[in-house]
């Protein structure tokens, strides 16, 4: 049996106070790729949000086990150190901290924690450089602050390129496919699957079934109101494309006639 | 003395030594001054010059322009003169009172030779008096003069006589007028003709005494082709009344001279809390290219201060001459801060550079102000103005306000302004990437202040850095 990378138990989390998740399951095993899909407001970027600690969420309830570990109890940065990464549907802009300078800080931190020996200088520049040329990204972009004026598909390819530095366990990819065009699409696709293998997992968030066809997932998830409503195949991320969220509303009795 | 001890915590200078003074009465008047002056045995040209400006003073009026609230000062309830009672030998720091010293040292500031700054002279001022001077060997050797103020009354007449208040004239503006007349101390350079001063000179001032004002006067003369770096800290304890210190710094770069004056504030800010106490540092510094190709910068990292009213300038008179002004001026709690520059371009091909970085956070206001003005017979005088603040929080607010004076067609004036804002998103994103919040402000802060931090001596780069990010360890999240 796969061991498992992530245990949600009956997640609800609000914000502002207002209630976006409400009693969220789902149960992640290293090798796996899971897709979350679902409309607009369903949840799905508050999830990622919430498990990566973003301090504006509250969990009101449930319960949330990354490796064995209690992940509600730790602070974004040990989520980080653990091994949990996520990819911002709208990375920040960092004026003045140029992405190498801010790449080298995090993998260093990351190391620390691990106990492993910081990377120097030179030693960073060399894993930089093959990393970005993984990413098709031109050198200039290690100095450049970190998002400040990057085009849409440039912050998404950073995000990717974080990954790929960090070496995460269980990597949230929200709406990296948003923006996008095919080109793009396809170099940070490619980056993931480079990236993915049986120890790791892998969820990922969008809309469209287009990302799909790049990154293969071995489930797929429909997220509304704040909970799973149906889960499948790749083929379910298929009949959504054809059908649309709707039907999933309707009441089961009402589908099965359908 | 509890209420002192609890806006302690966050101010590590906030403690008072006790050391025996002579005082003089609190209030000011002809006899005060002349009291001051007869204290310092000083030659009678000081004696009219203070003179002249206490009747210069009662004739002006307090300054209400800028961007800061603050109660009336009573100048009658403060002491104007304040000395620690021991008579310093300035040759020899045994003589100094060993509390003074050990003061220096809990400031990180040891006097002990064995135990100095490498390669930085120091000239200290308690309260009122400078109470040594070290590497003062090595300096000699190059025919460097740092000294008191008061020590070169008697050493070097003649320049005293001559420069001092030649770039911040008597009558100059309320406080520094009221500094002409009273100024106790401070420090005194002399760079000789020809000589690139062999190390980094730097004064520091502690106010240590709870009723008394500080006032300072620095006068700095860079003969023809010679080169000095000088920096001055401040620290103050925490007093729940609020103090005066109303300082003027003079600097005369001739033919082909450069000064490099640099300053990190950190006076007693108040109680971030109620706003209680805190020094208002009301300094006027102000730098005259005298000499053709001469240079004079100010960088600045002003993070202290109840109020700051502040506008190091530089007069760029002679052709070709240069002005640089550097800042960083962080508020937090309920500081208020009014700082920029002036730079007045007379000569021909005059250039200035003007890089300003503000940083609010809590409840705390930060203004820019600043003049770039250009004669009509500077012609081909250029600026280069960048002005950027940063917000951190809800309730700060940031300023703006250049005054540009174009008098010659012939003329380049450039500003450019920003405004960001450090989020919750931006730590996050750090945090998210594994890096602390702590680490994050960090990062934030000396990325947005590189530009300025660079300018600093090397030696207390690292310490403008940890500072900035020690200030703002409780305005963020």
């Known amino acids: 049996?796969?061991?498992?990378?992530?245990?949600?138990?009956?997640?609800?989390?609000?914000?502002?106070?207002?209630?976006?998740?409400?009693?969220?399951?789902?149960?992640?095993?290293?090798?796996?790729?899971?897709?979350?899909?679902?409309?607009?407001?369903?949840?799905?970027?508050?999830?990622?949000?919430?498990?990566?600690?973003?301090?504006?969420?509250?969990?009101?309830?449930?319960?949330?086990?990354?490796?064995?570990?209690?992940?509600?109890?730790?602070?974004?940065?040990?989520?980080?150190?653990?091994?949990?990464?996520?990819?911002?549907?709208?990375?920040?802009?960092?004026?003045?901290?140029?992405?190498?300078?801010?790449?080298?800080?995090?993998?260093?931190?990351?190391?620390?924690?691990?106990?492993?020996?910081?990377?120097?200088?030179?030693?960073?520049?060399?894993?930089?450089?093959?990393?970005?040329?993984?990413?098709?990204?031109?050198?200039?972009?290690?100095?450049?602050?970190?998002?400040?004026?990057?085009?849409?598909?440039?912050?998404?390819?950073?995000?990717?390129?974080?990954?790929?530095?960090?070496?995460?366990?269980?990597?949230?990819?929200?709406?990296?496919?948003?923006?996008?065009?095919?080109?793009?699409?396809?170099?940070?696709?490619?980056?993931?699957?480079?990236?993915?293998?049986?120890e790791m997992g892998l969820i990922l968030i969008t809309h469209y079934q287009r990302l799909l066809d790049y990154?293969?997932?071995?489930?797929?998830?429909?997220?509304?109101?704040?909970?799973?409503?149906?889960s499948g195949g790749p083929e379910l991320a298929i009949e959504l494309e054809n059908k649309g969220y709707d039907w999933l509303m309707r009441p089961a009795n009402e589908r099965t006639n359908a | 003395m509890a209420a002192e001890q609890a806006m302690f915590s966050d101010y590590k200078y906030g403690f008072v030594t006790n050391v025996e003074t002579d005082t003089l009465p609190k209030g000011l008047n002809e006899e005060i001054i002349c009291a001051i002056s007869a204290k310092k045995n000083e030659p009678p040209f000081l004696i009219e010059f203070r003179l002249k400006a206490y009747e210069r003073w009662l004739k002006s009026e307090e300054p209400v322009w800028a961007n800061v609230k603050y109660p009336p000062i009573n100048f009658q309830d403060i002491t104007y003169y304040s000395a620690p009672k021991k008579k310093p030998i300035l040759n020899d720091l045994s003589e100094v009172d060993p509390e003074v010293l050990r003061t220096f040292e809990r400031l990180g500031i040891p006097l002990d030779e064995q135990k100095k700054l490498s390669n930085v002279a120091v000239d200290m001022v308690?309260?009122?008096?400078?109470?040594?001077?070290?590497?003062?060997?090595?300096?000699?050797?190059?025919?460097?003069?740092?000294?008191?103020?008061?020590?070169a009354m008697h050493t070097h007449p003649d320049l005293v006589k001559k420069y001092l208040g030649s770039v911040v004239p008597i009558g100059d503006n309320y406080f520094a007028t009221l500094n002409s007349a009273v100024f106790t101390d401070g420090s005194f350079v002399y760079i000789p003709k020809g000589v690139?001063?062999?190390?980094?000179?730097?004064?520091?001032?502690?106010?240590n005494d709870r009723e008394s004002g500080q006032f300072e006067r620095t006068l700095i003369i860079a003969e023809e082709n010679s080169y000095v770096s000088y920096l001055e800290g401040c620290t103050a304890p925490a007093y729940d009344n609020n103090?005066?210190?109303a300082a003027v710094v003079e600097l005369i770069a001739l033919d082909n001279a450069q000064i490099k004056y640099a300053t990190v504030q950190n006076w007693y800010s108040g109680n971030p809390k109620t706003g209680e106490g805190g020094i208002f540092n009301f300094v006027t510094k102000r730098g005259r290219c005298a000499g053709v190709n001469s240079k004079i910068s100010w960088t600045q990292v002003e993070v202290g201060a109840a109020i700051t009213w502040k506008y190091?300038?530089?007069?760029?008179?002679?052709?070709?001459?240069?002005?640089?002004?550097?800042?960083v001026a962080l508020t937090n709690g309920h500081m208020q801060a009014d700082t920029g520059t002036k730079m007045i371009h007379l000569g021909k091909n005059t250039r200035s550079t003007i890089v300003s970085k503000g940083i609010a956070a809590d409840l705390s206001s930060n203004s820019y102000r600043g003049l770039v003005k250009v004669a009509p017979r500077a012609a081909g005088a250029r600026n280069y103005t960048q002005c950027d603040s940063m917000l951190v929080g809800d309730n700060c607010s940031a300023n703006t306000f250049p005054y540009?004076?174009?008098?010659n067609a012939s003329c380049e004036v450039e500003h450019e302004a920003s405004t960001s804002k450090m989020n919750e998103e931006q730590l996050f994103y750090f945090q998210s990437r594994g890096i602390t919040k702590e680490d994050a402000v960090n990062m934030i802060v000396n990325g947005f202040c590189k530009d300025v931090i660079k300018e600093l001596p090397l030696e207390f780069a690292a310490e403008a850095q940890k500072l900035l990010a020690i200030k703002l360890e409780n305005s963020v999240g």
């Open chain 1, 1 to 198: 049996m796969r061991k498992n990378m992530l245990k949600i138990k009956n997640l609800s989390a609000s914000v502002d106070n207002k209630p976006i998740l409400k009693g969220f399951d789902l149960d992640i095993n290293a090798g796996e790729i899971h897709a979350i899909m679902g409309p607009n407001g369903a949840g799905k970027s508050t999830l990622a949000k919430v498990l990566a600690g973003h301090p504006a969420y509250e969990v009101i309830e449930g319960e949330v086990w990354f490796k064995g570990q209690n992940l509600l109890d730790m602070e974004p940065e040990e989520r980080a150190h653990a091994g949990l990464f996520m990819s911002f549907q709208y990375p920040v802009e960092i004026p003045g901290v140029s992405n190498k300078q801010f790449l080298h800080t995090a993998l260093n931190a990351k190391r620390r924690a691990n106990e492993q020996s910081e990377l120097t200088e030179p030693e960073f520049s060399h894993f930089l450089d093959n990393k970005m040329k993984l990413m098709e990204m031109r050198p200039e972009f290690g100095t450049r602050n970190v998002n400040e004026n990057f085009s849409g598909g440039e912050k998404k390819r950073n995000e990717i390129l974080q990954m790929a530095v960090l070496n995460p366990e269980l990597v949230m990819l929200d709406e990296t496919d948003s923006g996008l065009d095919i080109d793009a699409m396809r170099i940070v696709a490619h980056g993931v699957n480079q990236h993915m293998h049986g």
């Open chain 1, 215 to 230: 990154i293969r997932p071995h489930f797929v998830h429909v997220m509304m109101d704040g909970k799973i409503v149906r």
């Open chain 2, 126 to 151: 308690f309260d009122s008096v400078s109470i040594g001077t070290t590497f003062k060997k090595k300096l000699e050797d190059a025919g460097v003069v740092l000294c008191s103020i008061s020590e």
């Open chain 2, 196 to 207: 690139h001063c062999p190390m980094e000179l730097s004064t520091y001032f502690r106010i």
């Open chain 2, 243 to 245: 103090q005066l210190h």
């Open chain 2, 312 to 327: 190091p300038s530089c007069i760029l008179q002679g052709d070709n001459s240069v002005g640089e002004f550097y800042s």
């Open chain 2, 404 to 407: 540009i004076e174009a008098g």
